[in-house]
T-cell receptor, first 109, second 117 residues
């Protein structure tokens, strides 16, 4: 069965520090992979997506993600976090957009 | 481009009444629209997939008579929560897949907050 796991429910980082949010998936073939961000009470904004090709994907707001087939992972990274990055982050997989449980990011001043 | 709107953004209703939520693709034609439900501090749960002009496909455990979905045109899908009860209170989000766009990307609406008293 297709599934996606975000192992970290909540992460706190200091402003300016680097960030990595983990996403692991279970899928029969190379999946479509997405990262979305959701601010409180808001809808979802697409940060980046991977369909094929270069495994390192650049997104908006300085985010990037790397598809690693051997690890079934698609981790989201940002070299320097800003206070405005505090939000909920969702990894999603597949044609039918199965979502992970989400990771809540808190940014300390 | 690829903007999806939802109306209303929030609604409060009495128990037993029905509520209709609209999802519109503003600048593209959407052959497929999806409805999600999100509980507080939880992930999105896919409720149903609707294709224009045909019946919606509901996920296991979602009552189709409770959550009526209509996708009457290529730019509009509606979700009607019938005989709403407090346990139906949630954040409902729709998304739309653009006709002809590759890779099945979905575009999400801003969500509708439903509170049933």
């Amino acid at each position: 069965a297709q599934s996606v796991t975000q192992p970290d429910i909540h992460i706190t980082v200091s402003e300016g520090a680097s960030l990595e949010l983990r996403c692991n998936y279970s899928y029969g073939a190379t999946p479509y992979l997405f990262w979305y961000v959701q601010s409180p009470g808001q809808g979802l904004q697409l940060l980046l997506k991977y369909f094929s090709g270069d495994t390192l994907v650049q997104g908006i707001k300085g985010f990037e993600a790397e598809f690693k087939r051997s690890q079934s992972s698609f981790n989201l990274r940002k070299p320097s976090v800003h206070w405005s990055d505090a939000a909920e982050y969702f990894c999603a997989v597949g044609d039918d957009m199965r979502f992970g449980a989400g990771t809540r990011l808190t940014v300390k001043p | 481009g690829a903007v999806v709107s939802q109306h209303p953004s929030r609604v409060i209703c009495k128990s037993g009444t029905s509520v209709k939520i609209e999802c519109r693709s503003l600048d593209f034609q959407a052959t497929t629209m999806f409805w999600y439900r999100q509980f507080p501090k939880k992930s999105l749960m896919l409720m149903a997939t609707s294709n224009e002009g045909s019946k919606a496909t509901y996920e296991q455990g979602v009552e189709k008579d409770k959550f009526l979905i209509n996708h009457a045109s290529l730019t509009l899908s509606t979700l009607t929560v019938t005989s709403a009860h407090p346990e139906d209170s949630s954040f409902y989000i729709c998304s739309a897949r653009e006709m002809g766009r590759p890779y099945n990307e979905q575009f999400f609406g801003p969500g509708t907050r439903l509170t049933v008293l």
